[in-house]
Every structure is written in C-alpha cells, then in structure tokens.
T-cell receptor, first 114, second 113 residues
Framework: GEDVEQSLFLSVREGDSSVINCTYT??????LYWYKQEPGAGLQLLTY?????DMKQDQRLTVLLNKKDKHLSLRIADTQTGDSAIYFC??????????????FGQGTTLQVKP | DTGVSQNPRHKITKRGQNVTFRCDPI?????LYWYRQTLGQGPEFLTY????????KSRLLSDRFSAERPKGSFSTLEIQRTEQGDSAMYLC???????????FGPGTRLTVL
C-alpha cells in the first residue's frame, strides 16, 4: 500500500542541525523527494534521491535513504530562521514512472528559534 | 517564465453551489497535476494530464469533480454541488516529460459554508 509518515513537529535553535525523518511503506518506490512549503507559498522541491542511492548531498542538505528499513531523512546543516517551514516527504509509487504522481506525507513543521 | 499560476486564490461559496478553478502551467510543460491539501495534511493526488489527455484519476475524485485541459495548456477543475468536506487548498503542478521536478502553483483555497 501507499503510505508515507512523518513526525509532525521539530524545534531547533539557529545554527544547529535539523534532522527530519520519514518512513514509507512501498519498497518499490523509485524516487523519494523532499518538498518545502512556506506560508502562502507553493510547494518547492528541495531535493530527491533515486532508490538505488544511499545518500545525496546538496550544499546544506543531506538526504539519507535506508531501503531496508524504508526510512528517509533530511538533514539541514547550520539551520537558519529562513528554514522555518513545513517539510514534506513524498514518494513515486510503482507504476507512476509514466505519470509522475506523488504520494506525500503529512508534513513536519520545522521551527527555528533565534 | 512566471511559474504556475492559479485563479482565484481564494473562493468562498455556499454548500450546493458549483465552483471552477483555473490553472495555467509553465509554458512547454505538457504534464499537469491537480492535488488537494487539507489543513495539517500533505497534498493528495487528484488527477493527471499529459497534454489534453486525462490519464489518471484518483478515487478521491468523485462524480462531482471534473477536470479538463482542452487545448493542452491551461486546466480547469470544477466541483459541482459543493459540500463542506470539499473545503481545502487545491494545488496545481506542472512538469516536463522525463523530469522529476513538479512545479507547484500557490493554490486555490476553497471554503464551503
């Protein structure tokens, strides 16, 4: 079945690292994504990882994928107040390679305290 | 390139009325998606177009919902006989074939009284 779960809330201090976690149920998913949503703004793709990779790094962002445990994490180094937003994990379920349809988690609200 | 645009941004209607939303994707993006997002939840897939063809519809899309993309450019989503449970943010996204990134519009917030 298709299901993506995330913890709902994370609070960190400015300058610390943030780690947002996600679990998914469909081991056949080909791509896994992290999106960011700021108030009043559309969803913005931050990064994605192909399922045959373990890690992907992009500037302050590090994505770790544990396929055995179906666990995905997003680490934000040196978290800034501008990183405060809702972060969504999403997967491309099998059969969606032709459509690109995404299944989203419920989102993790990241609060960055100065 | 001004991104994906959606109109209206907000819509308040009474239960039982029909509403129509419009999405203008990024030009040359032939893939177009509609999602629905309720408070505290992630977006849920509703339907997908490739050019003018509607290729997939979610079970969430009841008979009261209809989406079109007549010329393969803009798309409309109509909800007939609205119910309070239809209150949500309706998001549109577009992408190029073979590319993983979907570009999302700002959404249309529907409130059904």
């Amino acid at each position: 079945g298709e299901d993506v779960e995330q913890s709902l809330f994370l609070s960190v201090r400015e300058g610390d690292s943030s780690v947002i976690n996600c679990t998914y149920t469909d081991s056949s998913s080909t791509y896994l994504y992290w999106y960011k949503q700021e108030p009043g703004a559309g969803l913005q793709l931050l990064t994605y990882i192909f399922s045959n990779m373990d890690m992907k790094q992009d500037q302050r962002l590090t994505v770790l994928l544990n396929k055995k445990d179906k666990h995905l994490s997003l680490r934000i180094a040196d978290t800034q107040t501008g990183d405060s937003a809702i972060y969504f994990c999403a997967e491309s379920p099998p059969g969606s390679s032709n459509t690109g349809k995404l299944i989203f988690g419920q989102g993790t609200t990241l609060q960055v305290k100065p | 390139d001004t991104g994906v645009s959606q109109n209206p941004r907000h819509k308040i209607t009474k239960r039982g009325q029909n509403v129509t939303f419009r999405c203008d994707p990024i030009s040359e993006h032939n893939r177009l998606y509609w999602y629905r997002q309720t408070l505290g939840q992630g977006p849920e897939f509703l339907t997908y177009f490739q050019n003018e063809a509607q290729l997939e519809k979610s079970r969430l899309l009841s008979d009261r919902f209809s989406a079109e993309r007549p010329k393969g450019s803009f798309s409309t989503l109509e909800i007939q006989r609205t119910e309070q449970g239809d209150s949500a943010m309706y998001l549109c996204a577009s992408s190029r074939p073979g590319e993983r990134e979907q570009f999302f519009g700002p959404g249309t917030r529907l409130t059904v009284l």
